[in-house]
């Protein structure tokens, strides 16, 4: 799951471009087509990932090729909560993954909770949103399909404040004449002004404008833009991915072995390696210890939290090894930021904290 984490940041250059504009209605579209291209492969990618075990980590140190690395880990198990942080030398991005879930018979509906973060740090402007709703269709009979539906803003803060972005992902509909998994948007400046239109589908490319002129009532304006032009387009799929998994190139590499990571990394995990090498019973048998694991390790604290409680005295909550939970700025929301201490320790391959 923390990998999976990770393949959001698959069209970085998108930020590095974002980085460079100077203004931040353009800069907000861009940042629009970055958010939309995380969905890209959930069309063909219906398997469910491995769950983290509380305190595990996923490293990527992408700076020679991509320019970013990042730091991904299981700061909870109950509720199951992930945080990430991606840097670049241009602009740092972080969230905080949960979410819940409702089986409403033929379909699954996946709703994230948390945010995303991303500041650019040479202009002081920073941005927020949520991920919108995952539907997962014929759970019981047919091939599962997925959908993704709902409403995103994107919202500025610090440099930024006042800007934002509102994004339609269209549902699915039979009886639609839209183009299927369409994304409808626009982009406002501190005077609810429209200043740029967005405009694509979540699965292959998002193509942005800038308004010239607005008609029409409020209800219903009318935008004359200018020349669209292509924020994102999907890469090709790889060769034969359709017998891997429809992984792209990147979750490919993701899960390449690598030596230095720290030993709570998720690719050194038994279960999931013994799985890769086709070793499925073994693998089984290796993931349901770890799990019990986990869960008696998490009965042995309520119990001394309940102990301590009787007792009247505090118990010292779990804390992450890399990051904190601090309030969010501007928010009465907190968050899981990283502490900024993981790429000192693992150069010194000391990973005690």
């Known amino acids: 799951m923390l990998q999976r984490l990770v393949e959001d940041y698959e069209y970085t250059e998108i930020l590095d471009y974002a980085a460079t504009c100077q203004d931040e209605c353009e800069q907000l579209a861009y ?51 992930a945080a990430l942080h991606c840097e670049s030398k241009n602009w740092t991005c972080w969230q905080e993954f949960s979410m819940t879930s409702k089986f409403r018979g033929k379909y699954v509906q996946v709703n994230p909770l948390g945010g995303v973060y991303v500041q ?17 269709n014929n759970i019981i009979v047919g091939k599962l399909w997925v959908d993704q539906h709902g409403e995103m803003e994107i919202r500025g803060s610090q440099a930024a404040e006042g800007h934002k972005c509102i994004l339609n992902f269209i549902p699915y509909s039979y009886f639609s004449r839209d183009v299927q998994r369409s994304v409808k948007g626009v982009v406002m400046n501190k005077d609810n002004e429209v200043k740029w239109v967005v405009r694509g589908t979540w699965d292959m490319k998002i193509e942005i404008a800038p308004v010239l002129k607005t008609s029409g009532s409020v209800s219903s304006p009318t935008y004359t833009t200018g020349e669209f032009k292509l924020a994102w387009r999907r890469r090709p799929a790889p060769p034969d991915s359709d017998k891997s998994y429809n992984f792209t190139t990147l979750a490919c590499q993701l899960n390449e072995e690598e030596e230095g990571v720290a030993p709570t990394d998720s690719r050194l995990r038994p279960d999931q390696r013994l799985m890769e090498q086709g070793d499925w019973d073994e693998s089984n048998k290796e993931k349901l210890r770890l799990e019990e694991k986990q869960r008696t390790e998490r009965r042995r604290r309520e119990a001394e939290a309940e102990e301590a409680a009787a007792e009247g005295r505090p118990y010292p909550a779990y804390e992450p090894m890399w990051f904190k939970r601090e309030k969010e700025e501007g928010s009465e929301e907190y968050v899981h930021v990283f502490k900024n201490t993981y790429w000192e320790a693992k150069a010194a391959q000391n990973f005690e904290g």
């Open 31 to 81: 940042i629009a087509a970055f958010t939309v291209s995380a969905y890209a492969t959930t069309t063909n990618r219906t398997g469910k990932p491995f769950n983290p075990l509380l305190g595990e980590t996923y490293e990527c140190d992408r700076m020679d090729d991509y320019g970013w690395r990042c730091l991904a880990e299981q700061v909870s198990h109950h509720p199951p909560v």
């Open 120 to 136: 650019f740090p040479n202009s002081g402007r920073r941005y927020s949103w949520r991920k919108v709703t995952t539907t997962v």
